[in-house]
């Protein structure tokens, strides 16, 4: 738990069944997300490395800043839409057990 001028991110492993389709492809499936809750934001479902097809992503440019989580590297599909899922390789202590999962945009529990 990271808590700052009103601001708290928690960080829990999870067990929900959480799956990433993309243009109707299958790029993740996961039962062992961690999901940040992040005041002002929805839930967000980090995804270990070995459960995305990361065969199938290539790295983009996009970069920002979170002044509670660090800086996010972005991936796009290699063949379709840009900065579909985030990361961050260096994320602050407060929030490292997020280190190198992927979230994107499109992941959903089932």
């Not at 009103?6 to 990433?20: A, N, S």
């Not at 243009?23 to 934001?41: I, K, Q, W």
């Not at 509670?68 to 590297?73: D, M, V």
């Not at 063949?79 to 579909?84: I, N």
């Amino acid at each position: 738990m990271s808590v700052t001028r009103g601001h708290r991110i928690d960080v829990t492993q999870g067990t929900d069944h959480v799956r990433v389709e993309i243009a109707g492809r299958l790029v993740a499936e996961s039962h062992r997300p961690l999901l940040l809750t992040e005041t002002g934001c929805p839930v967000r479902y980090y995804l270990p490395p070995e459960d995305v097809r990361t065969d199938l992503l290539t790295p983009s440019d996009t970069h920002t800043v979170c002044p509670f989580k660090g800086t996010a590297s972005y991936w796009s599909l290699a063949d379709g839409p840009e900065d579909v899922a985030w990361a961050y390789p260096e994320p602050h202590a407060e929030v490292a057990q997020i280190k190198d999962h992927l979230c994107f945009y499109a992941a959903e529990a089932v």
